[in-house]
């Protein structure tokens, strides 16, 4: 399991971000969601590592990484890792993405393929507007005040005691899908007590969810994943983004692979760590990686402009909040959760 001893640094565009790395062979870019770190990832880091050169970044704005003013959309995301991986010298990865972490990583393959190989999709967002209305409340004036209050010493403490036993006795319980991440949102919480994350968080959220939900989507791109291996795993009780939205990635990617956990909420890398190894594992052994063609993509940027989607895909560009009659002109990044 990655430990803070695990952690490295390094100082891009002036500002350190932190990460782990571990393991040799084929390059791994996990990269985790909204207000986590790569601890989200220590439970698969060190099977991963046995196989694979792994990569767990803490975001900009998150974990033991720097919180400047700064860009945090989606793109200024992809470019940070794109920074991170061509010093540490990798040229190509097997793009990995949690929630938010999901938005990157699309950003990251629709940005940069030729060097993304695979990417593989956890609980992302991007497929459909429904989140939380924890996360909506993020962007609501008066949010960032309100959570430096709620974050104090000695309520902060009860809260997180309170979320932490509401998991722990929740799970022996009809509730259980209700209370299986309540460990992680304690951790969150524990996080905003640093006005730095609490202002980096809210600006990222501001950047891609208003009050109706996630604002953009990947729907309008996703014939592109014809060129690029690309899997989507989710849990069957996840709260924060529906598991329906998984539905809508084969409907609207045909090729795509989609498991869903049964036993698991919105982290099923933490609830099943063994059987998601297992999973990337197989993905990554049983599909070629993309190589990039550029005359192949100008072909699919083209006809991807005006294609009209069969009926299962125009559903699915609907409910993702695409327009429904055809493929959109401009591709668009996911939206996190």
């Known amino acids: 399991m990655a430990t803070t001893d695990d952690v490295q640094y390094v100082t891009l565009h002036g500002k350190r971000r932190a990460y782990v790395l571990k393991g040799k062979g084929p390059a791994l870019l996990l990269l985790h969601g909204l207000a986590c770190d790569h601890t989200t990832w220590s439970p698969v880091i060190d099977d991963l590592a046995q196989r694979y050169t792994v990569i767990a970044p803490d975001l900009l704005g998150h974990g033991l990484s720097d919180k400047p003013r700064a860009d945090y959309t989606l793109g200024g995301y992809a470019n940070g890792m794109r920074d991170l991986l061509t010093v540490l010298g990798i040229d190509k990865v097997t793009v990995v993405g949690h929630s938010f972490g999901g938005g990157v990583a699309m950003q990251f393959a629709y940005q940069f393929p030729e060097r993304t190989q695979r990417v593989m999709l956890v609980a992302t967002g991007g497929l459909g507007p429904e989140v939380t209305p924890m996360i909506r409340l993020i962007q609501v004036p008066g949010w960032f005040r309100v959570m430096g209050m709620l974050t104090l010493p000695g309520i902060r403490h009860a809260e997180t005691l309170a979320l932490r036993a509401a998991a722990r006795y929740g799970d022996l319980g009809p509730l259980r899908k209700y209370t299986r991440d309540l460990d992680e949102v304690a951790d969150i919480v524990e996080s905003w007590k640093d006005r730095r994350t609490r202002f980096a968080i809210r600006h990222l959220v501001r950047a891609v969810i208003d009050w109706r939900g996630q604002i953009v989507t990947m729907s309008d791109r996703a014939y592109l994943s014809e060129a690029m291996p690309m899997a ?56 070629e990686p993309a190589t990039y063609n550029r005359a192949r993509f100008r072909r699919m940027l083209k006809a991807g402009a005006s294609a009209p989607l069969g009926p299962l895909a125009a559903a699915a560009a609907a409910a993702a909040g695409a327009e429904p009659g055809t493929a959109a002109a401009e591709p668009a990044a996911a939206a996190p959760a």
């Open 232 to 287: 989507v795993v989710w849990g069957r009780d996840d709260q924060v983004i529906p598991v329906r939205h998984a539905s809508n990635a084969a409907a609207l990617a045909p090729d795509v692979r989609v498991e869903v956990l049964p036993d698991a909420g919105h982290f099923p890398h933490k609830t099943h760590p063994e059987r998601f190894v297992r999973l990337l594992d197989d993905f990554i052994s049983t599909t």
